[in-house]
T-cell receptor
Framework: DTAVSQTPKYLVTQMGNDKSIKCEQN?????MYWYKQDSKKFLKIMFS???????INETVPNRFSPKSPDKAHLNLHINSLELGDSAVYFC????????????FGPGTRLLVL | LAKTTQPISMDSYEGQEVNITCSHN???????ITWYQQFPSQGPRFIIQ???TKVTNEVASLFIPADRKSSTLSLPRVSLSDTAVYYC?????????????FGPGTRLSVLP
């Protein structure tokens, strides 16, 4: 009965590879998000997405792209991975009318070697 | 975007009441104040949200003065399991959450 789930939990890969992280929510929410938490524990929003609109944080490189096959899923694709991409990536979801109340997944720990 | 300032860390003992204050001097009329809790190796968890005065739920209370330039999260009778990072966020509901910015948070350590 997990609300927001992410796979994989850990991801270790080489520089230059392309990888994806999957996110699913069973809360019936219409808005989903991706966040990056770096080694200093700062949590930064990357994308906000609902069935109408994708909002991209201007600091996110275009190597990162979200893909939503349906309202319950928002996957994160990363091309040409770099060392600086190493971080914990969190998926979250909410109702569009309550963006301040977000439900987070457990995180995916990405290590780029 | 409204900027928030919180203490970097706090220590407390089990059974005590803990108050964490957040400053947000440039809060806008449409902004809400939200607090999240994050345990190690987990995603943040919503605790409480308010606009003005006082809000209380089963986990915490949130005190907001009339000028709304600060807010205080109050945790009654903390236990060891309340050791976590607590984030204060201020933002409006527009732009699909992009206006809610997580700061560095306050690292609360509850000691036995």
């Amino acid at each position: 009965d997990t609300a927001v789930s992410q796979t994989p939990k850990y991801l270790v890969t080489q520089m230059g590879n392309d990888k994806s992280i999957k996110c699913e929510q069973n809360l019936g929410h219409d808005t989903m998000y991706w966040y990056k938490q770096d080694s200093k524990k700062f949590l930064k929003i990357m994308f906000s997405y609902n069935n109408k609109e994708l909002i991209i944080n201007e600091t996110v490189p275009n190597r990162f792209s979200p893909k939503s096959p349906d309202k319950a899923h928002l996957n994160l694709h990363i091309n040409s991975l770099e060392l600086g991409d190493s971080a914990v990536y969190f998926c979250a979801s909410s109702h569009a009318s309550s963006v301040e109340t977000q439900y987070f997944g457990p995180g995916t720990r990405l290590l780029v070697l | 975007l409204a900027k928030t300032t919180q203490p970097i860390s706090m220590d407390s003992y089990e059974g005590q009441e803990v108050n964490i204050t957040c400053s947000h001097n440039n809060i806008a009329t449409n902004d809400y104040i939200t607090w999240y809790q994050q345990f190690p190796s987990q995603g943040p968890r919503f605790i409480i949200q308010g606009y003005k005065t006082k809000v209380t739920n089963e986990v915490a209370s949130l005190f907001i003065p009339a000028d709304r330039k600060s807010s205080t999260l109050s945790l009654p009778r903390v236990s060891l399991s309340d050791t976590a990072v607590y984030y204060c966020l201020v933002g409006d509901k527009d732009n699909y959450g992009q206006n809610f910015v997580f700061g560095p948070g306050t690292r609360l350590s509850v000691l036995p």
